[in-house]
């Protein structure tokens, strides 16, 4: 499957300099508003030690990690659900992800021009967080207008639907994003034909200077208490530092996270992040030919998660053969664990767990 994420702010918070930093996209960085106009996409390979494992027993000829798609989206500034900046442009690209990164400016710098004129990571949020509301608003009251005419036909499901979104849009005008209405089971239709900006997963991206990436500062504090009254996750990274963490070896990389005292890239823990937001987890495939990530939500039944290699396995899925991914590496290979009896044979109804190793049998 493929995994979206949207980058967001407001002008000049470091969104292209984390974009360029993490998918060596080339997307233009500039001490202006606007520089980014298109969204720039860029697909990152999922870093996973685990693979790497695989494909060393497996002497794999080749490697294939999972993906992450970034989409660097152009800045937002107030007004733009009424077409203000980019406006309406940049709205559209939103509704098209599965998540989005909120990047808020947590650091100082006279150099670096705040589009308001300060660093001010509340105010901020709450700028982006309003024209994402306005914006579902009007989306849900040309719903509403719709509703109320079905409703006059006093069909059960018609008034139910009228009952929602007459809720729906009193959370919204009280300045509520979606993500927190309460829709109920009968809602789920609705909800998904509506796609309302404010119902995406979001993750916020702190970004701060290179001397506060252990310890943070007060603005990222404020960051992680408006993250907590939402139920978001909160990531402290240095947009600065992962650009020049692109650039260098593995080794000097890992020298240079250490002389920070890091243990991971602001990149693996956003990613981490966006995974656990979304509900993902990652199964293997390996052999001599491949070793191959593969990206699925928790909960996935066996032939779910086969039709993402192809959709004849799961047309045809007789069975998997599953190995946990820690008895594969303490083992050493396929036969070890078959011989130790760590090889598990699960019919069409196993759910899929993280770092399962798996070789489906099928007919063709």
């Known amino acids: 499957m493929s995994l979206q994420v949207g980058l967001v702010g407001l002008p000049n918070v470091g969104k292209s300099t984390l974009f360029n930093a993490v998918s060596q996209a080339g997307a233009e960085a500039a001490n202006f508003p606007f520089c980014t106009i298109d969204p720039n996409v860029g697909v990152v390979a999922v870093p996973d030690a685990r693979l790497v494992r695989l494909s060393e027993l497996s002497a794999s000829a080749k490697t294939v990690p999972t993906a992450i798609e970034f989409l660097d989206i152009a800045g ?3 007004g733009a659900s009424k077409g203000e900046g980019l406006g309406n442009q940049f709205l559209a690209h939103i509704r098209e992800v599965d998540a989005v990164c909120h990047v808020v400016r947590c650091f100082e710098d006279d150099d670096v021009v705040h589009v308001a004129g300060s660093v001010d990571p509340a105010r901020d949020i709450e700028i982006i967080e309003t ?5 579902d608003l009007d989306t849900a009251e040309k719903r509403l207008d719709r509703a109320r005419r079905t409703a006059r036909t006093g069909a059960k499901e018609a008034r139910a639907e009228l009952d929602l979104v007459e809720r729906l849009n009193a959370h ?3 300045g509520s994003p979606a993500r927190t209405f309460d829709w109920g089971s009968e809602g ?3 909800r998904r034909e509506m796609s309302l900006l404010t119902d995406k ?6 970004n701060v200077a290179e001397d506060e990436l252990s310890d943070g500062n007060a603005h990222v504090d404020t960051v992680r208490a408006i993250a907590e009254k939402e139920g978001a996750e909160v990531v ?8 020049e963490l692109a650039e260098l070896e593995d080794e000097e990389r890992d020298e240079f996270l250490t002389s920070l005292g890091l243990e991971r890239s602001g990149l693996e823990r956003l990613i981490e992040r966006a ?4 509900g993902l987890i990652t199964y293997f495939t390996s052999g001599p030919k491949e070793s191959r990530a593969w990206t699925v939500r928790r909960g996935t039944a066996a032939p779910r998660a086969a039709r993402e290699i192809h959709s004849d396995i799961e047309r045809g899925f007789i069975r998997a053969e599953v190995i946990s991914f820690s008895d594969y590496d303490a083992l050493g290979s396929e036969n070890a664990a078959r011989e130790a009896g760590k090889l598990r044979v699960e019919g069409k109804d196993y759910v899929v767990q993280d770092g399962d190793v798996v070789h489906f049998r099928f007919n063709v």
């Open 131 to 135: 024209e994402l509301v306005l914006k």
């Open 236 to 243: 402290v990274i240095c947009a600065q530092v992962e650009a």
């Open 76 to 78: 937002l500034v107030a």
């Open 172 to 174: 919204l005008a009280e």
């Open 275 to 278: 995974y656990a937001l979304l």
């Open 201 to 206: 997963p979001v993750l916020y991206a702190a």
């Open 188 to 190: 789920a239709v609705v």
